[in-house]
């Protein structure tokens, strides 16, 4: 297994953001670091003094240009996230995401830098079988999950065209400390303050939907890991391949904060994938990865954390 980067002029897109932010941290103190966000769900206060931060928006030439300047290699994090806000607005959420990352390849071409593009678990839509390999047939179910299939695309077409080093990861439910809203695993935070409240934690559906939850630190082990492969032009699953029962996370985020909410089910959610869960062989194999932060344990940091 190669060793982090190390002395590199990096970017990260949307490194103001939840797992930007956290791949920030863990690239800073050995590299010189970018964030390129417009902050629009990112925070300021997220990106660390020694990093310097370009307020901006993907789809500006002169941010991006002033981002890109000089890089080694950019992590693309920047995206509209939302899911349910890419059904209402295919355009605009097009437009960020496809459009956006479009124009980051073009400028990494002009660096030849390696770009690292956070694709998505969605880009499979309701799967076929689980668990989910990376030559499972992409069917996306939303506009977002189309475009995160559309970049995951063509960072393998700018490879193969233009011999580009991409690598696209393919994150499922990532969770962990400064998550906010989002509709991946944004279960995990509405639990976590119900059962804090002593309220009722309420389930979509009957509960026996399964998810394939990766801590954050495990997804920044990823990234580090296709900053350096030889493994370019490929795609990985991020996730842990193991799933859970949303009923069982309830149970498990009860017991970790040591609550005694009662669990209640609401109706389904129109569209709710009923099971998910990453095979994550590949990136084994290839990049060395292996999840470390078991579900119950990652839960219990969150618990005892604000
Ligand atoms: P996030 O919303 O916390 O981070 C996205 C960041 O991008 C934010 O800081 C936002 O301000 C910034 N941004 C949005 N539009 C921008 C634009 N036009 N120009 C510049 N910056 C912009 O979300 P996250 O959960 O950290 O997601 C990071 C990446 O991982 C995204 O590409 C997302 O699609 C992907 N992903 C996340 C998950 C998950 O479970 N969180 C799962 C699969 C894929």
Avoid: C
């Amino acid at each position: 297994m190669s060793d982090p980067p190390t002395g590199e002029t990096i970017l990260v897109t949307g490194g103001a953001g939840f797992i930007g932010s956290h791949l920030v941290d863990a690239l800073v103190d050995n590299n010189d670091v970018r964030v390129l966000d417009d902050l629009s769900s990112g925070r300021r206060d997220r990106v660390p003094a020694d990093a310097s931060l370009i307020e901006g928006d993907l789809r500006d030439d002169d941010a991006l240009a002033r981002a890109t300047d000089g890089v080694d290699l950019i992590f693309h994090e920047a995206a509209l996230v939302s899911v349910e806000r890419s059904v209402d607005a295919p355009t605009e959420s097009h437009a960020v995401n496809v459009d956006g990352t479009l124009a980051l390849l073009e400028r990494a071409r002009v660096e030849d830098a390696r770009v690292v593009v956070a694709s998505s678990a969605a880009i499979y839509g309701r799967p076929e079988y689980t668990p989910i390999d990376e030559g499972h047939p992409t069917a996306p179910s939303s506009p977002y999950g189309l475009e995160k299939a559309t970049v995951d695309e063509y960072a393998r077409l700018y490879h193969e065209l233009y011999g580009l080093e991409t690598v696209s990861l393919r994150y499922f439910n990532v969770y962990g400390p400064g998550q906010v809203g989002g509709d991946y695993s944004a279960v995990i935070g509405v639990f976590l303050e119900q059962a804090r409240a002593g309220e009722p934690i309420t389930i979509d559906g009957d509960g026996t939907q399964t998810r394939d939850f990766v801590h954050v630190s495990d997804v920044v082990q990823a990234n580090l890991l296709a900053a350096t492969t030889d493994a370019v032009g490929e795609a990985f699953n991020v996730g842990t391949g193991s799933s859970v029962t949303i009923r069982e996370l309830a149970e498990t985020i009860r017991e970790v904060v040591g609550s005694n909410s009662e669990i209640v089910h609401r109706d389904p959610r129109p569209g709710d994938i009923q099971r998910s869960r990453a095979d994550v062989e590949r990136g084994r194999t290839e990049l060395g990865y292996e999840p470390t932060v078991p579900l119950e344990q990652g839960l219990a940091t969150l618990a005892g954390s604000d």
